[in-house]
């Protein structure tokens, strides 16, 4: 019977398996869906706590090539890259590890691209925040912006100001903004203690 596999040339595919840049084979099945076999996982549902070592742990019995942990505005987001040594290593991981639980969080696992990596690494590079507390839950991003003016210029404005909220909706009393490099943190944390309205406002200079 015909084989309708879409995969590198046969001739190279030994090879490429051990390449952690080899781009992802596609294989459809009999259903006409693509299977996606790549040395590259992607999970979901981590812990916002979670760290690189809390996922080599997860991965000890799985040779690891590279770990993204991807974040947003200083935090993570639940959301990880996991590159193995091959694809084969990969498929094991996967097969493994799918749905159990690291802590108390079980966690889903797909096959992923290098290039989402790449991706997740770069959108993850390295910015300067200023993580904000004890805000009223009423306060708005304009509040925040005058709060640290005239002598903090925050990136993007009132886009720069993301507000975090609880698992039901409601905001959490902080908020994060960005900023423009480490001397402007530096400006932002003497504002530590001041007051916004009736609170004061406790700051936690982070980095993404």
Do not use: W
């Not at 190279?12 to 781009?23: E, L, P, Y």
């Not at 991003?141 to 975090?164: M, Q, S």
Request: hydrophobic share 35%; aromatic share 10%.
């Amino acid at each position: 019977m015909q084989n309708d596999t879409v995969s590198p040339d046969t001739s190279s595919t030994q090879d490429n398996q051990d390449n952690i840049n080899t781009s992802q084979a596609l294989k459809v099945d009999s259903t006409g869906q693509q299977e996606q076999h790549s040395s590259v996982l992607r999970l979901r549902g981590l812990s916002y706590a979670c760290a690189e070592q809390d996922l080599r742990e997860f991965f000890k019995d799985f040779e690891i090539v590279d770990i993204v942990i991807c974040t947003r505005h200083g935090r993570t987001t639940g959301d990880a890259f996991v590159s193995l040594q091959n694809n084969a290593v990969a498929a094991g991981a996967l097969t493994a590890l799918n749905y159990e639980f690291l802590g108390t969080r079980y966690i889903e696992i797909f096959y992923a691209s290098a290039v989402d990596m790449e991706n997740a690494k770069s959108m993850s590079k390295k910015g300067y925040f200023v993580r904000l507390r004890g805000l009223p839950f009423n306060a708005s991003g304009r509040e925040v912006l005058k709060f640290f003016l005239p002598d903090v210029e925050v990136v993007k404005g009132i886009d720069g100001v993301v507000f975090t909220y609880s698992e039901d909706g409601r905001l959490t009393g902080e908020a994060f903004v960005e900023l423009q490099d480490e001397d402007s943190v530096s400006k932002a944390m003497s504002k530590h203690k001041n007051r916004l309205g009736n609170r004061y406002i406790e700051l936690v200079g982070c980095t993404a």
